[in-house]
């Protein structure tokens, strides 16, 4: 039974310091902790709880973590298994597929939702009936992508490289 166990704690082990996990981990956190900083440093008064959401959930805003991972995960597949691997090949247009979404589809739902949400508000008020609201999905500018990105490639070559 000792044996067994080693060998998993052994698995554990490597799989904790797996240079691709701590790459994708690593972005990801980052990501949400600058954006932490971001929403506190522009709105000022924030709860404690506002500011863990942030950091563990909260999606949109710069810079976009869904990018970040990605990035970091494609590159760190790229540097450490090199780019002719078939796990790069599906990583790269994995991650084409989540920043374009980022970008496209959530940002574009997140808008309409929030437009709906207006219209149902103002026709609730006027006509005196209940409305419940959509949730708005928060998606990204193409910009909070882009510095997600960099962020993920500059976290996946200092996991590899440092």
């Known amino acids: 039974m000792a044996w067994s166990e080693s060998i998993k704690s052994e698995a554990l082990k490597a799989f904790f ?25 522009r709105s000022g008064r924030k709860t404690p709880r506002e500011v863990l959401e942030t950091l563990i959930w909260r999606t ?38 989540v920043m374009r979404d980022a970008m496209g589809v959530r ?3 997140g808008i309409q939702a929030k437009t709906l949400n207006l219209l149902g508000r103002s026709a609730a008020d006027r006509l005196g009936i209940e409305y419940t ?16 990105a960099l962020l993920g490639i500059i976290i996946a070559a200092a996991v590899t490289y440092l």
């Open 60 to 97: 949109g805003g710069m810079p976009s973590s869904h990018s970040s991972l990605v990035s970091a995960l494609t590159v760190s597949i790229a540097l450490n298994e090199g780019v002719g691997s078939n796990l790069f090949v599906v990583t790269l247009f994995f991650s084409l597929v």
């Open 17 to 41: 310091e797996n240079p691709i996990f701590l790459s994708a981990v690593s972005s990801w956190f980052f990501a949400q902790l600058i954006k932490a900083i971001i929403v506190l440093l």
């Open 107 to 109: 940002r574009s739902a």
């Open 133 to 148: 609201p959509v949730k708005e999905i928060h998606g990204h500018a193409p910009l909070e992508v882009v510095i997600g």
